[in-house]
Structure formats: structure tokens, C-alpha cells
């Protein structure tokens, strides 16, 4: 370094020296300019490229660098080797499609249609039950008004005798209460009926699979509302005919709203209340709303915006037919090429075809998902001027299994969190085991969706999510492990979830069907 | 939102009238006290759960949401389908790989070992050269200076017959310059010679193309070495004979360093300067290092981690072993299995085996990169002390071919920069047919680098190396249009180059080599 001072002086001063011995023909201010005239022609090819000391920028000393543009490389060959994928398949099969519902029998359709009817007679039922209920109830309540002193008669001096006042509040009281039961039981049965009854239909009646499945869905969704505004305005009814002051509802909903953590400062208060809100066009409104929970009144929006509305069905017709398409022409033909290495449970091919199934079954779970949570569900809320469009949270972005479980189907797990899970809390039940209690009423409805359908209740879908509580307890621990942000948590769930676990039920189940149809088949040959 | 206030207000009032109209047995306190209590076991269902107007995450009216698990799932997917292929190639061929090497005839290993103990005759002629000139130039300098009025000679008034001196500084002067051109002609000799050599040979004599192409590349490494050392030297040499004053080296190196955008404040200034920058020590360092640029001194690291050095070593051979597998493994059923497709020209077959090419291709390439630039290239400079480790920028994030082929690989960017492109644009040739020029040569070494060894001198390389020009002109307005946080020029750098551009370009020439080969073979036959 100081050697490279060294020269730099010399070379400034040596210049300067020559000029001053030269003739002084040329003046001073000349020689200076000449100095930075340089011939650029000449000594270019000296200049300095290595200037400093620097590392790599893939080393470890290197100031971190961005990896953006190995993201776009992975996000290019996904792309590209499903394009090719799609090519393969062309080459290898041609179109495979046919016109949907072109394989579904003349019976299957008849008692799908029927199955489909039923519903709307089972929430006639339930609403002929509280319209019965209510009246009972502003009966009693006037009964009970009466036997109470009023505010004028005190004012008055005309005091009843309170024994016999006493005696016959209690009376009335139990009388009401049995009533409470009796209608809470009828309620149980009318929902209870729109469960069995479709899976019955359909295990015995219904041979398609997908149409069974849209029975025993709907009979499931049926189950939960019924079972929402029974529970609603039995609490309400109750308040009611006691005559218990309005602010204890709200107070019960701030406690229970601090462990919901809902949002906005203020207790939403309902618009209508009890019992104006037992009418048959306030029950239909929360019959067609996207919502499990009933409310005498929802946050409403002021407008319908017809745009919005028409692109969501056109997202769900789109949709639809992808799904189909992806189905027919993807899904069946790896379903199809998996039995053998079921039969021969040859581990490699078996892994192989999870694989090759897992894109499929990924892309058409996501479009699923679009169709319903956000397409089907934002048509009808806007329809319906429906204000509370949660119907999911951000769960592609989940961390561990539970925030994935708590953000993809509100609707469903506001129900559990509302209806069950904070009910038993508040009487005192361990948060963990009513999670588990839940756990396992969610298990085994997906085997009722699943198992009456496809007529095989072989106990992989209870098994599956059974398995989500040890895997919750797992997860939540490697996501505190590496921090939210190293994205672990989330892979494992992608991982544990849409890779493995989705393809793999799907090819057991089809296994299982194929064989218990193959073998039918046989033998009636 | 009036008539909620209003039933509010009423549910306030109300209670306080009752307790107010109560027997005065209860003091005021408890029945205030009294409130809080409620029995939370009742009235639990009402809990409002649509507390307020909001819409849906993927709704456009919604807050920015984040997408990183989408991103997640598209890794995680580009990798089970990849292990996927892995599998299924496991399936479908077993292991391919044989030892190394072991399809390589005798006389290929003679020819190539033979070629690469050529190279350091090469340097040995250079340096002769180059020592012989400045024998040459000292005798020049000397004479010269006797010829012009020095400063102590001027006090004294010891004036020599200007004139005199005059003709004889020409004479002196004409005679060098005769000289540095014919060392430079004797130089450009020498570099065209080990340039031509290893093409000549490769072309003749070398079967195998990857042993050929090892021969080719070095002559190529080879030819820029010594000629950035010719030309660094000349320019030296010039500047030491006609005595120009070192800062005008200084200002030249300043100018092109403004256009070089050198980061350091100051510019680098030599260690050592000419003539004593001419031994064979400093030659062989030159020759050695990780550079194509000839400087009389280079920054110098202070220490040399073993630790850093066998790192990079260790990554080299699992890189090597990584490449040969995957080469043999992949690549080459791949290509085997594009013949039939070529030979019927089937569009649908052919894009579909390039895209299957293409994620082989791209992970043998970064390997390659990874392996040279990185592993290699760190591993000799710890070895020499050689502290300028830039050789690439994060040529991953380019948003232009333009910024791909400036960043990716620097020694070679930089000598074009340097002994190339700067000295055009200083002598006044516009920037764009200069980088047209550099363009031109660069592509004629591409195929020289590929049509030598592989024998097949079809022009795609060239063709492909000159349609980057093109290339970047439509990118770089795309770049721009989506602006560089977009990734839309990214994408389509990467797609242009490692997804479309190699494997196809792969694929030509495999195609091109079966045919010759097998015609050959079968008319031999």
C-alpha cells in the first residue's frame, strides 16, 4: 500500500518537473491542459478490472442476496413439466370426456331428486315446531307477567300474596321448561331424521358416488342449520318466558366473544328479537344464507352489484368444468393404473402413483374450494345481501394443522365453536378434551360423507381426521421451532395434507371400489 | 342501525326500572352487583357470529393478502413430481451409469493428454516474447532519454542541436513502433495458434465430444490469456518507451473505469510496474488464476483457509459425480427417445420431450455453474491469494438477456469489456455496433466450442449465441413494461434460455450426432 502512495507521488511530481524544464515557448496554462487531453487510443488496454477484494456471491462473507429468481425458475419447470404431463397424457390417451352424467343411472338421478325434495320439509317442520313453541311462549310469559307484580300496582299498594304468587310462577315454570324439552327433543329428532335419511337412501339406493355425495351433504348441512336455530331460540325462548333482562344475553355474548375474538369493539345486537324473528321468511333467508349459525338478523349489505354476481357464476360454471375435466382426464386414468400396485403393494409404484396423483388431486381440491368457499358462497351472500363474506381465512398460508382446521370452513367451524366447543367450555370442560369431542363429531361425519356414498364404511376418513390431533401436536411445536416465517410449519401441513394424505385416501378408496365392483361384478356373471 | 340503538337503549332502561320497583329487602349494590353474575350455561347459543359487513380474502375489495404458501405448495409440488420421475425412471431403466470414462478409446485419451501438455509451450513463447521485447524496449527507453534535454543538463546550459534530436527521437521512435507491431503479430500468432491446435486435433482426431470439448475449451481459455497479456504488455511497453508519465495510465484507467462503473472510489493502482512486471513468476500467476484478464498485480487475500479450500474442493467432486449422473441417468434416455420424434417431426412428441429435457438440462447446468464459477474458480483463488472473487453477479435474478450475459460469467464479460468493447467505443465506434461485434466473436468461439468437438459445424450455436441480440432487444422493453418487481422479464429470460433454448438446442445436436453416427456405423457394416 505504501509503496502504491509512493508511486502515485512520483508520478504526480515528475510531470510537473518536466513542464517547468521545458522552452517557455508554451505557456503555463496550456501544459496544464494538455495533461487530461489523453489519446484514449493508446494504453486502454491497462485498465484495472480486479479492483478490490470481494467475495463470491453465493459464499457465506457475501452481503445476503436475493433468491427471487430461482422461485420464477421453480415456478416455470411446475409449469412446464405439467405441460408436458399434459401432453404425455394426450399421446397416451387421447380425450377421454364424455358428457357429464352420461354414466349416472335413471334410478340414481330419481333418488337424488327425491332425496333433494325432502329438505324443504324438514325445515317446514322445524319452523311448524317453534311458530308452536313461540306461541306456547307468549302465553306463559303473559301467565308469569301476571302472577309478578307489575311497577303501576305497587305504585298502587295492591300487592297479590306472594306465596300464592310464588307457587304459581313455579308451576308455570316447570310447565314451561317440560315444554322447552319436548320441543328441544322433537327438534333433535326432525334434525337427526335429515341425516339418516339421505345416508339410507343413498348407501342402499344410490349406486354413483358423487351423486350419493350430494345427498349426504345436504343432508348434513340441513342437520347443522336445524340444529342452529333449534339451539338459537331455545336459548331465546328461555329469555323470554323468564323474562330475563336483554343486557344478560349481551353479556353472555361479550364473554363469549372475548374467546372468539371477534373483531369490532362493539356486541353485534340482533335487529329483530325474540319472538318477531319466527317467521317463515326470516327462517327461509337463513335456510338459502351461506351461513351454519342462525341469527334473527345478519350485517346486510345495501346493494346488489349484478357484475360481481354474474362473474362468480361464471366462476363457478368455469370451475366446474375444469374440475370435471380434471377428473375424467387426469384423476381416473392414475386411479385406474394404481390398482395393480395395490395388488402387488410394490412400494415404489405404489409412492410413484401418490405422486403422479398429487398435482391432479391438489389442482382440483384448490378449484373446490374456489367454487364453494368463494364463487358459490360470494353469489349467494350478494343475492341475499349477505354482509359477512369469511367464509375462509388466508389457510394456504397456515403454519400447522390447526390454523388450517380453524381458517378454511368458517361456516363449519363457527358452528363447532358456537354450538359445541364453547358451550362445553363454559360448563366447565377441558379445552382440550372438547376439542377432541369435536374432533371426533368431525370424523365421523366425514364418514358419513364419505362412507354411506361410495357403500364402503371402511373407517378411513374417521381414522384420517382422527389423526389430526396428534398431527396438530406435532406441527405446532416445528412451527415455534423455526419460526413462522422459515415457511416449515407450512410445508409440513402442504406436505401431511394436499401431497400425501389427499391422493392416498382417494387411491384407497378407489382401490376398495374397484375391487368390491369388480367382484360384484364377477359374481353375478 | 337507529332501531338497534333504540332496542339498546330499551334493554338499558328497562332492568334498572324492575330492580328500582323492587321490595326494598336487597340493598342498591347487589342487584348492580347482581348483573355480571349471569349462568353462562344459559342463553349460550345466541353468541352473534356475523358480527359485521366484510368481504372475502380472494375478493379484489378484501386487503392485500399474502400468497407465500401458494408458493410453498408449487415447490413442494416441483419436487414430488421430480421424485416422481426419478422413480419412475428407476422403474422403467434401472441403473444406467457405468464407470466413468469407460467408453472412451485409447487413442481419445492420448489426443486430449497430448493437446492439454501443448498449453504450457504456449506460455513459454509468450513470455519469451514478451521478455525478448522488453530487452528491447529498455534499450529503447535508454536511448531515447539520452536523445531528449534532461533537467540537470538544461541548468547546466548544455543545450543538444534540437533539430538533431528531433530526427534522431523519430528515428529511434518509428524503429519501436516497427518492433511492437511485430511482437504483437508474433503474439496474436502464438494465441490463433493454441486456438486453432486443440480445434484441429478435436476436429480429426477425438471421438468422444466431452473430451474434446475439454481440449477446445482450454485452447480457448488459452487464447484469451495470452492475449489480454499481449495487449496489457504492448500498451505498457509503449507507454514505457515513449516515457509517457504514469497518471496519464492513471486517467485512461480512471475514464473507462467510469464506464466500467468500478464500485471503489479510487482506482486500483499496480503493484508492480513495467518492466518489472516481465518474469516468469508473475506470467505462471497470471495463468493460473481465475481470470482472463492479464493485470501486473492483482488484489491479494492475506491468508488461505484450508477449511474454505476443501469445501470448495469437496463440493467439485459431488458436483462432478452429481452431473455424470444425472447425464447418464436422465438425460440420455431422454435425448435416445427424441430420435423417433425428430425423425417423424411429431410437434406434440418434440415439445413434449424438450420440456422433459428441460428440468434435466437446467439442473446439469446450474450444477455446471455452480461447479466452475463457484467451487472451481474459489478453490484456485484461496490457493493463489486471489482476493477479487466476483466471478458472477446473481445472474438468476436478470430481468433481461442483456443482464444475464453481463453478470453470469465475469472473466469472460469482463475481458470482452476490457480488451474489446471499451477500446472500440473510445475510438469513436457506436456502442451498439460494437456490442454487435463483441456479439459476433462470441458467438463463433460458442461454436467453435461446440462444433469442433462434437464435429458437426451446423451453426446452431452461432445462430443461437447471435439471436440474443434480437432477444434482448424485445426483453429488455418488457422488462420495463411491468417493471423489474413484476419478474415477467425474469420469467422470460428463463424460459428463453434454460427451459426452451437448451434442451432444444441439446436435443439438435444429439439428434444430428445419432444420425451421423449410425449412418456411419451402418455403412460401415
Known amino acids: 500500500m505504501s509503496m502504491c502512495i509512493l508511486s502515485l507521488s512520483i508520478a504526480v511530481s515528475s510531470p510537473m518537473a518536466e513542464t517547468d524544464s521545458l522552452p517557455a515557448a508554451l505557456p503555463r496554462v496550456e501544459t496544464i491542459n494538455r495533461l487530461p487531453k489523453v489519446d484514449l487510443s493508446a494504453y486502454r488496454h491497462t485498465l484495472p478490472v480486479h479492483v478490490a477484494i470481494a467475495p463470491s456471491p453465493l459464499s457465506k462473507e457475501a452481503p445476503p442476496e436475493s433468491y427471487r429468481g430461482f422461485v420464477n425458475l421453480g415456478m416455470l419447470l411446475l409449469f412446464g413439466n405439467n405441460i408436458r404431463l399434459i401432453i404425455e397424457n394426450y399421446l397416451k390417451y387421447g380425450i377421454l370426456i364424455s358428457f357429464p352424467g352420461s354414466s349416472v343411472s335413471k334410478g340414481d338421478w330419481t333418488y337424488t331428486a327425491l332425496t333433494h325434495i325432502i329438505l324443504p320439509l324438514n325445515v317446514l317442520i322445524a319452523f311448524s315446531l317453534e311458530a308452536w313453541a313461540r306461541k306456547r311462549a307468549i302465553g306463559y310469559r303473559k301467565r308469569r307477567s301476571e302472577t309478578i307484580p307489575q311497577p303501576g300496582a305497587v305504585a298502587a299498594g295492591d300487592f297479590p300474596d306472594p306465596k300464592l304468587t310464588l ?13 322447552q324439552s319436548i320441543v328441544g327433543w322433537l327438534h333433535a329428532l326432525n334434525a337427526t331424521a335429515i341425516l339418516v335419511w339421505p345416508s339410507i337412501v343413498t348407501y342402499y339406493y344410490i349406486f354413483h358416488p358423487f351423486m350419493a355425495m350430494s345427498c349426504v351433504i345436504a343432508g348434513c348441512i340441513q342437520f347443522f342449520k336445524m340444529t342452529s336455530y333449534a339451539l338459537v331460540n331455545h336459548d331465546f325462548r328461555a329469555a323470554y318466558i323468564f323474562d330475563k333482562p336483554r343486557e344478560e344475553l349481551g353479556h353472555v355474548a361479550k364473554v363469549h366473544s372475548d374467546s372468539v375474538q371477534v373483531t369490532n369493539e362493539e356486541v353485534y345486537q340482533y335487529d329483530i328479537q325474540y319472538p318477531d324473528n319466527i317467521t317463515l321468511k326470516n327462517m ?7 351461513t351454519l349459525c342462525y341469527q334473527p338478523s345478519y350485517p346486510q349489505t345495501k346493494v346488489f352489484r349484478k357484475s360481481f354476481f354474474f362473474k362468480r357464476v361464471l366462476e363457478i360454471l368455469t370451475c366446474l368444468g375444469m374440475m370435471y375435466f380434471l377428473t375424467e382426464q387426469y384423476a381416473t386414468p392414475t386411479l385406474r393404473n394404481s390398482v395393480q400396485a395395490f395388488d402387488q403393494l410394490a412400494v415404489a409404484s405404489l409412492v410413484e402413483r401418490v405422486l403422479k396423483m398429487s398435482t391432479t388431486s391438489v389442482i382440483i381440491w384448490l378449484l373446490m374450494f374456489y367454487t364453494v368457499f368463494h364463487s358459490c358462497f360470494n353469489a349467494l351472500a350478494e343475492f341475499l345481501y349477505f354482509g359477512d363474506r369469511h367464509f375462509y381465512r388466508s389457510w394456504w398460508n397456515a403454519g400447522n394443522l390447526q390454523t388450517y382446521w380453524k381458517t378454511w370452513n368458517l361456516p363449519m367451524y363457527t358452528f363447532f365453536k358456537r354450538h359445541a ?7 366447565g370442560v377441558h379445552p382440550l378434551v372438547a376439542s377432541i369431542i369435536v374432533f371426533t363429531i368431525s370424523a365421523l361425519l366425514h364418514e358419513v360423507v364419505i362412507g354411506f356414498p361410495t357403500h364402503m364404511l371402511l373407517g378411513y376418513a374417521f381414522a384420517g381426521m382422527m389423526c389430526q390431533i396428534p398431527l396438530i401436536a406435532i406441527t405446532q411445536p416445528l412451527e415455534k421451532w423455526r419460526g413462522p416465517a422459515s415457511g416449515l410449519g407450512n410445508m409440513i401441513f402442504w406436505v401431511s395434507f394436499t401431497i400425501v394424505g389427499q391422493p392416498a385416501c382417494a387411491m384407497l378408496y378407489y382401490y376398495h371400489w374397484t375391487k368390491r365392483n369388480m367382484d360384484a361384478s364377477a359374481s353375478s356373471v
Open 167 to 179: 307457587q304459581t310462577t313455579k308451576r308455570l315454570d316447570a310447565s314451561a321448561r317440560l315444554e
Open 284 to 290: 327461509s333467508y337463513f335456510w338459502l344464507a351461506p
Open 421 to 427: 366447543y364453547l358451550p362445553m367450555i363454559t360448563s
